[in-house]
């Protein structure tokens, strides 16, 4: 096994703690270009809390012998194990985590899908099942008033995942 993925996975939550720490920066920042350097992190911070949770849906597909260029969603990998018939705590865990429209997962998920979305909608308020920087990454131009909520926000995105990786990863060492 080449663990390339693991290597990814790793690269991409130190990207997204980079971001954070810049994010923090730029939210103390006095410059006239604060507002778009705090819009650029936190798309970026989404951007490689994405990229490396698909990175990780890979490293298991490595780690069961599937073909990871198959793999870009979790249905993808969930594909895979129905065909082969194996079974899979990850999958499960995973599966859970994406479905709970109250788990970070979910939230961090829709977050970085509303990236791809431009709309001018300044109504939208937060939910258990909507997350604060979603609704901002969706506007065009947020008032920033939470700016510091969708700092803690990532930031307990980014140690979920974290230790989600980490939990996961001790498991299939020891099959």
Known sequence: MSNVYL??????????????????????????????????????????????????????????????????????LESMFEESGQESPERSELSILEQSEVSWLHKMLA????????????????SDTVSISEIHVVQVNPNHAEDGDILAEYKLWLNEFRS????????????
């Open 7 to 76: 290597v990814r996975t790793n690269q991409k939550i130190n990207f997204a703690r980079i971001h954070l720490d810049a994010l923090t920066v730029a939210q103390s920042s006095t410059k006239w270009s604060k507002h778009n350097e705090i819009e650029s992190y936190n798309e970026s911070i989404l951007f490689h809390l994405a990229s490396g949770y698909a990175s990780f849906l890979r490293e298991v597909a490595e780690r069961y012998s599937f073909d990871t260029s198959k793999v870009s969603r979790l249905a993808d």
């Open 111 to 126: 977050a970085y899908d509303a990236c791809w979305k431009a709309m001018d909608n300044h109504s939208t308020v937060a």
């Open 164 to 175: 989600l990786v980490e939990r996961l990863r001790s498991d299939m060492q020891e099959w």
